[in-house]
């Protein structure tokens, strides 16, 4: 049986056959256009020449795919060979009896695979080194050893596997550590408002990828941060302290109410750093407020300098050497120095609170005493329009000067008995002084308090008198009030002269009313005071006996 062409020979006998015919074409068209048979040979002879060239670029064309190809299958084995023997593989063995194409396919298959080995060794490596760095990075802790460039047998990757399974364990353990020291300063930095610092404060806060080393150092050291911020805490706690009283000054300087003070302090809840925040805010507004009303304050503040200029009864002069109070120009410095003299004022009144008080209960007495002289020309008032109008001046049917006599004698008999009294019990609780053997020489501080005493008895009984002096109608409808006998140690000539002044007629009284007025007994009483060896500064130096 005849053997079957191949498809190559058959399209080689076709290719003969196209040139061929294209030949006999070419001479007949030769033909009909009448080139002679010499150039027909030699157009014949380019075209032979252009396929011969043309076969020939071919042949040689398939000649070096040839070597390529036979160049890549050694070049194949070559590579194969040696990443079989990095992997730790069989060497390969190749067909016998095979194209070198097949042999090429099959080789570059085998490379392929045996690359692939190689890739997911290297990778799963990778991946385990990947790990341990980053576990013995925040362990700080030595990574597992393998070389550079090699790559890692089965085995070494199940070792390296187990190394980094332990160091997960040991990480888990530090982790917790961390994490309790974390949220403590977390928690401190939220109440304080604390910015962190330090890189390692940064580091532990930090919510980026980058893990924190869990080195036995660094744990050590947040710690003592820890301890930082606990007193850092106390600072704030004092800082908002401060900033309360600071409020505080200004409301106060403001004068604030004290329901908006109150609704204040209610709003300013929460954490220390929030409390601290609108604490400063607060203090900020009433800043901002006190600005904007710096010449309202300054009033204010100078109604409270002239309050402790006047408790300090400092003279106009005085006053007027503190140049601040006289200036227009409301600014900061001028209410600090306002601020500043009603402070040197304060201190100055506090320190010396006992001796103004004094004065102003002086004050307050001699102001009773200037009412008093009121009342006496009050009296002669009413003394002048009875003479005129020929009758009495009544209130609810009473002669006013008969009750303006009854009240200041009322009022006189109440203070000599209350003097009396106490002069009485201090007698009883005095002891005796000794006196020196033979001393014959007699105090005069009795012989001079009766003289006091019977001096006072008749200026009182004189100022009765004259308190009562009205026309003669009204005397002879109205009794004059008598002035009682003050003390029992009055002496009986005094007793006498009471009498005898109150049995004068209406002349002399008058008389007496012009010598002994009100005014004249005030005086007499200045006098009386200033005088050492008077009733009041004798009863004094008896006492201090």
Same mark, same amino acid.
């Given at each position: 049986?005849?053997?079957?062409?191949?498809?190559?020979?058959?399209?080689?006998?076709?290719? $003969?056959?196209? $040139?061929? #015919?294209?030949?006999?074409?070419?001479?007949?068209?030769? #033909?009909?256009?009448?080139?002679?048979?010499?150039?027909?040979?030699?157009?014949?002879?380019?075209?032979?020449?252009?396929?011969?060239?043309?076969?020939?670029?071919?042949?040689?064309?398939?000649?070096?795919?040839?070597?390529?190809?036979?160049?890549?299958?050694?070049?194949?084995?070559?590579?194969?060979?040696?990443?079989?023997?990095?992997?730790?593989?069989?060497?390969?063995?190749?067909?016998?009896?095979?194209s070198i194409l097949q042999m090429e396919k099959d080789l570059r298959l085998a490379l392929d695979a045996t690359l692939k080995e190689k890739n997911e060794r290297l990778e799963e490596l990778k991946q385990l080194q990947q790990q341990d760095e980053k576990l013995c990075a925040e362990?700080?802790?030595? !990574?597992? %050893?393998?070389?550079?460039?090699?790559?890692?047998?089965?085995?070494?990757?199940?070792?390296?596997?187990?190394? +980094?399974? &332990?160091?997960?364990?040991?990480?888990?353990?530090?982790?917790?550590?961390?994490?309790?020291?974390?949220?403590?300063?977390?928690?401190?930095?939220?109440?304080?408002?604390?910015? !962190?610092? /330090?890189?390692?404060?940064?580091?532990?806060?930090?919510?980026?990828?980058?893990?924190?080393?869990?080195?036995?150092?660094?744990?050590?050291?947040?710690?003592?941060?820890?301890?930082?911020?606990?007193?850092?805490?106390?600072?704030?706690?004092?800082?908002?302290?401060?900033?309360?009283?600071?409020?505080?000054?200004?409301?106060?300087?403001?004068?604030?109410?004290?329901?908006?003070?109150?609704?204040?302090?209610?709003?300013?809840?929460?954490?220390?750093?929030?409390?601290?925040?609108?604490?400063?805010?607060?203090?900020?507004?009433?800043?901002?407020?006190?600005?904007?009303?710096?010449?309202?304050?300054?009033?204010?503040?100078?109604?409270?300098?002239?309050?402790?200029?006047?408790?300090?009864?400092?003279?106009?002069?005085?006053? /007027?050497?503190?140049?601040? %109070?006289?200036?227009?120009?409301?600014?900061?410095?001028?209410?600090?120095?306002?601020?500043?003299? +009603? &402070?040197?004022?304060?201190?100055? %009144?506090?320190?010396?609170?006992?001796?103004?008080?004094?004065?102003?209960?002086?004050?307050?007495?001699?102001?009773?005493?200037?009412?008093?002289?009121?009342?006496?020309?009050? *009296?002669?008032?009413?003394?002048?329009?009875?003479?005129?109008?020929?009758?009495?001046?009544?209130?609810?049917?009473? =002669?006013?000067?008969?009750?303006?006599?009854?009240?200041?004698?009322? @009022?006189?008999?109440?203070?000599?008995?209350?003097?009396?009294?106490?002069?009485?019990?201090?007698?009883?609780?005095?002891?005796?002084?000794?006196?020196?053997?033979?001393?014959?020489?007699?105090?005069?501080?009795?012989?001079?308090?009766? @003289?006091?005493?019977?001096?006072?008895?008749?200026?009182?009984?004189?100022?009765?008198?004259?308190?009562?002096?009205?026309?003669?109608?009204?005397?002879?409808?109205?009794?004059?009030?008598?002035?009682?006998?003050?003390?029992?140690?009055?002496?009986?000539?005094?007793?006498?002269?009471? =009498?005898?002044?109150?049995?004068?007629?209406?002349?002399?009284?008058?008389?007496?009313?012009?010598?002994?007025?009100?005014?004249?007994?005030? *005086?007499?009483?200045?006098?009386?005071?200033?005088?050492?060896?008077?009733?009041?500064?004798?009863?004094?130096?008896?006492?201090?006996?």
């Amino acid at each position: 049986m005849p053997r079957t062409p191949r498809k190559s020979e058959v399209l080689a006998s076709s290719l $003969v056959s196209s $040139v061929n #015919h294209a030949l006999g074409k070419l001479l007949d068209i030769w #033909h009909q256009i009448g080139i002679k048979e010499e150039m027909q040979l030699e157009r014949m002879q380019a075209v032979k020449q252009h396929i011969e060239d043309l076969l020939n670029e071919m042949i040689t064309e398939e000649c070096q795919l040839k070597e390529r190809i036979e160049s890549s299958i050694e070049r194949r084995k070559k590579e194969l060979t040696s990443l079989r023997n990095e992997l730790s593989m069989d060497p390969y063995l190749a067909e016998e009896g095979i194209s070198i194409l097949q042999m090429e396919k099959d080789l570059r298959l085998a490379l392929d695979a045996t690359l692939k080995e190689k890739n997911e060794r290297l990778e799963e490596l990778k991946q385990l080194q990947q790990q341990d760095e980053k576990l013995c990075a925040e362990l700080f802790a030595t !990574p597992y %050893y393998i070389p550079t460039g090699s790559i890692p047998s089965r085995s070494q990757l199940e070792e390296l596997k187990e190394h +980094v399974r &332990m160091r997960s364990d040991e990480k888990k353990q530090c982790l917790e550590v961390f994490l309790k020291l974390r949220n403590e300063i977390r928690q401190y930095n939220e109440e304080i408002g604390h910015t !962190p610092d /330090s890189t390692l404060e940064k580091e532990a806060l930090s919510d980026d990828e980058e893990p924190f080393c869990l080195a036995s150092k660094n744990i050590e050291a947040l710690q003592k941060l820890v301890n930082k911020l606990q007193l850092k805490k106390e600072s704030v706690i004092s800082t908002r302290e401060a900033l309360k009283e600071k409020v505080r000054l200004l409301w106060n300087r403001l004068h604030w109410p004290v329901e908006k003070q109150e609704q204040c302090k209610m709003n300013i809840k929460g954490s220390i750093t929030q409390e601290v925040t609108m604490w400063e805010e607060e203090l900020l507004r009433l800043e901002e407020l006190k600005k904007e009303n710096l010449k309202g304050v300054i009033g204010k503040v100078r109604q409270e300098l002239d309050l402790y200029w006047e408790k300090c009864l400092y003279s106009t002069e005085q006053r /007027s050497a503190f140049h601040p %109070y006289y200036d227009d120009n409301f600014t900061e410095d001028l209410l600090n120095q306002h601020d500043e003299e +009603v &402070m040197k004022m304060k201190l100055l %009144y506090e320190k010396n609170k006992a001796l103004y008080d004094g004065i102003a209960k002086w004050k307050a007495t001699w102001k009773q005493f200037m009412e008093l002289e009121l009342g006496e020309e009050l *009296k002669r008032s009413i003394e002048s329009w009875e003479k005129e109008q020929g009758c009495n001046f009544l209130i609810k049917g009473q =002669r006013f000067l008969d009750y303006m006599a009854n009240q200041w004698e009322q @009022h006189k008999l109440k203070k000599e008995q209350e003097r009396l009294t106490k002069k009485e019990d201090s007698a009883v609780l005095k002891t005796p002084m000794k006196r020196h053997a033979g001393s014959t020489t007699q105090t005069p501080l009795k012989t001079r308090k009766l @003289h006091g005493v019977t001096n006072l008895t008749v200026l009182r009984a004189a100022s009765c008198i004259s308190l009562t002096s009205t026309c003669p109608a009204a005397v002879a409808r109205t009794p004059i009030p008598v002035c009682k006998t003050p003390s029992k140690s009055t002496p009986p000539d005094s007793l006498q002269q009471v =009498r005898l002044q109150e049995g004068k007629e209406n002349q002399q009284t008058s008389k007496l009313n012009n010598q002994f007025s009100y005014l004249d007994f005030t *005086k007499d009483l200045s006098k009386k005071t200033s005088n050492t060896s008077g009733i009041f500064n004798s009863t004094v130096n008896e006492n201090r006996y």
